[in-house]
């Protein structure tokens, strides 16, 4: 047993320790969901959901409980870290459906029948990182346990709390002892084993596109099956024809909630020329207003930082050389604080506009016209998000067809609802989740054809 610290982001003070497992404890997990496996994949359809229904109504009757741990741990503002719980509770209601609907094909062929299957994959590895906990490894786990699969789950090494007691949380629900396991760590030692392990089937992976890319080269040894949600860097497209009041006022948030610890924060915040005056008056407004206080307090926007180290690397993008607009306010308290900045780049390539800072910044750059808008949003290696405001209908689809990336909004900030599939295009991951088709990424499809003929 070896424990590592716990240090909150409100105040920077250790408030808990927890097991950081070795390769052979990691191990022993796996052997136990793959034993836990041969029962699991039995488990008649009806009964499966009702487990998954079961687990989803205690998640709720601890909602409180979870959201504040989530808040003491991450720093999370007390209103996202509920409805972050919420998220995993409605993210197992919705799965909890699929059980019984797991549907394969008959397909017409000569000479017999042909059916298809959905089977399980066995053991499901689940690797969550720290900015969203509780949401990430529910669009992990809930569609895996659905189809059958038994899970191992490591949270980030930095926010293990909220995803232990969920793991306590299914025991407590009746999901067999074995089906759903929970393994602190680091990523080099409990992720990298879930890799190499052959026990484990399949890896879902969330986090930076540099380890994404180290995960999908270990997974290639064994042609293990994988889905990489990685970093983003989201245009936020203003056109003058938008309700300017509207985008300015929700601009803040899409890109400063959660401390812009986000992979869909509208990182760029792209203005047309003839309106950048304007937009950037209220703009300002809007900022100075956006609440930087205590994540305890109801009305808090946005809590500190996650880490000392993320807080300095986030600094390191607000050098004398970066030409700052404005800047919001944040309490001078111990703890990760950092408050807005909205920059403005000196160029097209300036490293603010063109890598992942994941920290409460946005650059503003402007844009000629429908062309030069889709031109400047598309250089980008990443392509998670992003929104469109305008009035013109015919324009707004125009440009989210154009835009390479897997999740847009039109006269809205929001990316995420888990009835619709999620993911990205280019350096932002590979495959989707939630939605309706989040099960194929969780089976097999396997074929077999019956000889009527003899
Ligand atoms: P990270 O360093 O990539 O870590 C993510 C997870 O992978 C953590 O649990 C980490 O463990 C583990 N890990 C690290 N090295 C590993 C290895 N060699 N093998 C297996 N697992 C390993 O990312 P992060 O710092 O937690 O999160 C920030 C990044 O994630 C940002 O770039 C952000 O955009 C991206 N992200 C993307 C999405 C999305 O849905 N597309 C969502 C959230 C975050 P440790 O905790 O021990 O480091
Ligand atoms: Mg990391």
């Not at 089977?119 to 590895?125: K, N, Y």
């Not at 720290?130 to 809930?142: D, E, K, L, R, S």
Request: hydrophobic letters at 40%; a negative charge.
């Amino acid at each position: 047993m070896s424990l590592v610290d716990l240090i909150s982001p409100l105040d920077g003070k250790v408030f808990s320790q927890i097991n950081s497992a070795s390769a052979a404890e990691t191990d022993l997990v796996i052997e136990k969901a793959a034993k836990s496996f041969e029962n699991w994949k039995k488990v008649s359809p009806g009964d499966r959901a009702k487990l998954l229904r079961n687990f989803a109504s205690v998640i709720d009757l601890h909602i409180e409980e979870l959201a504040q741990l989530e808040v003491k741990n991450s720093g999370h503002t007390i209103g996202n870290a509920r409805w972050e719980a919420g998220n995993v509770r409605d993210v197992l209601n919705y799965y909890s459906a699929a059980p019984e609907r797991l549907f394969g094909k008959q397909i017409p062929v000569p000479n017999g029948i042909d059916i298809t299957f959905k089977e399980p994959l066995g053991v499901v590895g689940v690797i969550v990182p720290w900015n969203f906990p509780m949401p990430i490894a529910g669009w992990g786990f809930a569609p895996a346990l659905a189809a059958g699969n038994t899970v191992v789950l490591k949270p980030a090494e930095l926010t293990p709390l909220t995803a232990i007691r969920i793991g306590e949380l299914a025991l407590e629900a009746g999901i067999p002892e074995g089906v759903f396991n929970v393994i602190s760590g680091k990523g080099s030692v409990v992720g990298a084993r879930f890799v190499s392990n052959p026990k484990v089937r399949k890896i879902v992976f969330t986090g930076s596109t540099d380890v994404g890319k180290t995960i999908m080269s270990g997974c290639a040894e064994q042609i293990k099956r994988v889905t990489l949600e990685l970093g983003g860097k989201s245009a936020n497209i203003i056109f003058a024809d938008s309700d300017l009041d509207l985008a300015a006022s929700n601009a803040p948030g899409a890109v400063f909630d959660n401390a812009g610890q986000d992979c869909c924060a509208r990182s760029r915040l792209l203005v047309q020329r003839n309106v950048f005056d304007s937009f950037m008056e209220k703009f300002e407004v809007a900022v100075k207003e956006f609440q930087v206080i205590d994540p305890y307090q109801d009305n808090s926007q946005m809590g500190p930082l996650i880490s000392k180290n993320h807080l300095s690397r986030v600094k390191g993008y607000l050098t004398d050389q970066t030409q700052i607009a404005f800047v919001g306010s944040a309490p001078s308290d111990e703890g990760f604080w950092l408050a807005p900045h909205v920059l403005i780049p000196n160029s097209l390539d300036d490293k603010s506009l063109t890598e992942e800072i994941f920290g409460p910044v946005v650059s503003v750059v402007t844009f000629e016209d429908e062309a030069d808008a889709i031109k400047i949003a598309n250089n980008s290696n990443f392509g998670l998000s992003g929104s469109i405001w305008s009035r013109d209908i015919g324009k707004a689809i125009r440009v989210s067809r154009a835009i390479e990336s897997g999740n847009l909004s039109v006269n809205s900030n929001s990316s995420v609802r888990y009835w619709t599939p999620f993911g990205g295009y280019k350096q932002s991951g590979i495959g989707r989740e939630l939605g309706p088709d989040a099960l194929d990424a969780f089976t097999e499809t396997k074929n077999v054809f019956f000889d009527t003929t003899r």
